[in-house]
Nanobody, 126 residues
Framework: QVQLVESGGGLVEPGGSLRLSCAAS????????VGWFRQAPGKTREGIAT????????YYAPSVKGRFTISRDDAKNTVTLQMNSLKSDDTAVYYC???????????????????WGQGTQVTVSA
C-alpha cells in the first residue's frame, strides 16, 4: 500500500523559510514522478514543483521559481521542498503527490497523480 506523508508545515513570518518533507512507503520516489501541490482556501489545487525520476531535473511554477527548491533523497526515499522568501500568498495546504509511472517531465496537473499525502498547513503571517 502506497503512503505519502508530509511534514514540516507551520506558521512563519513573511520573508521566512520552511522545509517540507514527504516520506514514502510502498512507493519508490526514484521510479515515479513526484510533485508538490498547494491549495489555498477557495482556490483550486495548483502544482508548484515537480521532480523527474529519470535525472532529478526539477520544474517550478512561475509563482515559486527562484524561491522554492524541490529535491530527492534516494537513501531516505523522501522528497523535500525548501521554501524561502515566503509571502502571505504562499499560505495554503501543501500536498506531496506521486505518479504511477516514471517520467522525465512530471505534470503540474493534479489529475495526473495517483497517490497523495494528507497535506500539511503552511501559514505565512506576521
Amino acid at each position: 500500500q502506497v503512503q505519502l506523508v508530509e511534514s514540516g508545515g507551520g506558521l512563519v513570518e513573511p520573508g521566512g523559510s520552511l522545509r517540507l518533507s514527504c516520506a514514502a512507503s510502498g512507493f519508490a520516489m526514484n521510479k515515479h514522478g513526484v510533485g508538490w501541490f498547494r491549495q489555498a482556501p477557495g482556490k483550486t489545487r495548483e502544482g508548484i514543483a515537480t521532480i523527474s525520476n529519470i535525472d532529478t531535473t526539477s520544474y517550478y511554477a512561475p509563482s515559486v521559481k527562484g524561491r522554492f527548491t524541490i529535491s530527492r533523497d534516494d537513501a531516505k526515499n523522501t522528497v523535500t521542498l525548501q521554501m524561502n522568501s515566503l509571502k502571505s500568498d504562499d499560505t495554503a495546504v501543501y500536498y506531496c503527490a506521486g505518479t504511477d509511472y516514471g517520467t522525465s517531465w512530471p505534470s503540474f496537473e493534479p489529475i495526473d497523480y495517483a497517490y497523495w499525502g494528507q497535506g500539511t498547513q503552511v501559514t505565512v503571517s506576521a
